[in-house]
T-cell receptor, first 112, second 113 residues
Framework: EADIYQTPRYLVIGTGKKITLECSQT?????MYWYQQDPGMELHLIHY???????EKGDLSSESTVSRIRTEHFPLTLESARPSHTSQYLC???????????FGQGTRLTVV | GEDVEQSLFLSVREGDSSVINCTYT??????LYWYKQEPGAGLQLLTY?????DMKQDQRLTVLLNKKDKHLSLRIADTQTGDSAIYFC?????????????FGAGTRLAVHP
């Protein structure tokens, strides 16, 4: 079983609020990723990290930001949430660049 | 750019075989993956195939890869109700040092008695 955790599982929040989605893994993986998934749609990479102090933008433009101060922790922050940010956010990690990615259970975000 | 396409729905009877198809565009893909997503859960890797293989079998799962046509399929033998889920095809390549996974939109498999 994969040891990657996301909190919260569900979040409903008002427009303009600042939110942080947490993602932690206990596998010691250097590579971590954030994907955004709208219902019935494919996953889109929005952020990734090679390791501590490394963060890069993914293929899909996102107003969110990420940080990687510790290997095991890769939080995603939205400074001012908007209804257009409503989506599911999936965090993943992998040991190497070309090996299996392990996914968390996701955070379903609704901005009202 | 890279693209992965799958049919959106598949309905099969319990005990029959299910075949989920996928086409991709990036010929430099090193690995191709099948992930399963159950309701309210994250993605779980089912199986993967290296791009220089034609076939991989793992218990009830058979993956076929036609690299010339860029076509990938997942066959589930003796499909059970517990197999009902969304199945995502993904192509993986190493780009800039990270595992770039391009996902399809997922095929929703419904298994009925």
């Amino acid at each position: 079983e994969a040891d990657i955790y996301q909190t919260p599982r569900y979040l409903v929040i008002g427009t303009g609020k600042k939110i942080t989605l947490e993602c932690s893994q206990t596998m010691g993986h250097d590579k971590m990723y954030w994907y955004q998934q709208d219902p019935g749609m494919e996953l889109h990479l929005i952020h990734y990290s090679y390791g501590v102090n490394s963060t890069e933008k993914g293929d899909l433009s996102s107003e969110s930001t990420v940080s990687r101060i510790r290997t095991e922790h890769f939080p995603l922050t939205l400074e001012s949430a908007r209804p257009s940010h409503t989506s599911q956010y999936l965090c993943a990690s992998s040991e190497y660049s070309d090996t299996e990615a392990f996914f968390g259970q996701g955070t379903r975000l609704t901005v009202v | 750019g890279e693209d992965v396409e799958q049919s959106l729905f598949l309905s099969v009877r319990e005990g029959d075989s299910s075949v989920i198809n996928c086409t991709y565009t990036d010929s430099s893909s090193t690995y191709l993956y099948w992930y399963k997503q159950e309701p309210g859960a994250g993605l779980q890797l089912l199986t993967y195939i290296f791009s220089n293989m034609d076939m991989k079998q793992d218990q009830r799962l058979t993956v076929l890869l036609n690299k010339k046509d860029k076509h990938l399929s997942l066959r589930i033998a003796d499909t059970q109700t517990g197999d009902s889920a969304i199945y995502f095809c993904a192509e993986g390549s190493v780009s800039g040092g990270y595992n770039k996974l391009i996902f399809g939109a997922g095929t929703r498999l419904a298994v009925h008695p």
